[in-house]
């Protein structure tokens, strides 16, 4: 997961479900880009104050959590990995994660923008959706949740009724 407003109210589901479900870890790795805001990481901000306040503001997430900076360490013990991170970061991320995670994690993608445009490449192959190309990047199968744009649906059931939303199964268990 990534600190963007999207990751942080994915993480937010899922620290709650991870947190409520014996069969998970109770700890939940959230990749941050590390930022300064108002004098103070990012990082340090959400674990002490469990408060992405760039991001999603106002809102609190679980102590379970924890906002890492090194993406290998974030996903290395992952048995379940939810790629929710800007597009634009896809073949970075990908490539420092060749060969260094569990190939037997459950993946999703969450990227909300589902497709890319490959402009190196010629013909008709040059729109591809995400998924494949990070099955292409990392030799993994990947599953895949999209809609149109379904982040403010997703923000405005976690505001207006946030037992409700959790007592679902919408969301990937992280």
Not at 112 to 127: F, I, N, Q, S
Not at 149 to 168: A, C, F, G, Q, Y
Request: proline residues 3%; hydrophobic residues 45%.
């Amino acid at each position: 997961m990534h600190t963007s407003l999207w990751g942080s109210a994915i993480a937010k589901i899922v620290g709650t479900n991870a947190r409520n479900n014996s069969k998970f870890d109770s700890t939940d790795n959230m990749w941050v880009f590390e930022e300064t805001v108002n004098g103070r990481k990012l990082t340090d901000i959400i674990n002490t104050d469990h408060e992405n306040v760039k991001y999603l503001p106002g809102h609190k997430l679980l102590e379970n959590v924890v906002a890492v900076t090194d993406l290998l360490e974030a996903a290395k013990s992952a048995d379940i990995l939810l790629f929710v991170i800007p597009l634009q970061f896809i073949g970075r991320v990908c490539d420092t994660m060749k060969g260094k995670i569990n190939p037997d994690a459950l993946r999703m993608s969450l990227i909300k923008l589902a497709m890319t445009l490959h402009v190196v490449d010629e013909g008709p192959d040059r729109l591809k959706l995400i998924s494949p190309v990070i099955h292409e990047k990392l030799g993994i199968k990947m599953s895949v949740w999209m809609g149109a744009n379904i982040t403010n649906e997703v923000l405005m059931r976690l505001m207006k009724s946030n037992k409700n939303m959790l007592d679902k199964s919408y969301f990937c268990l992280g």
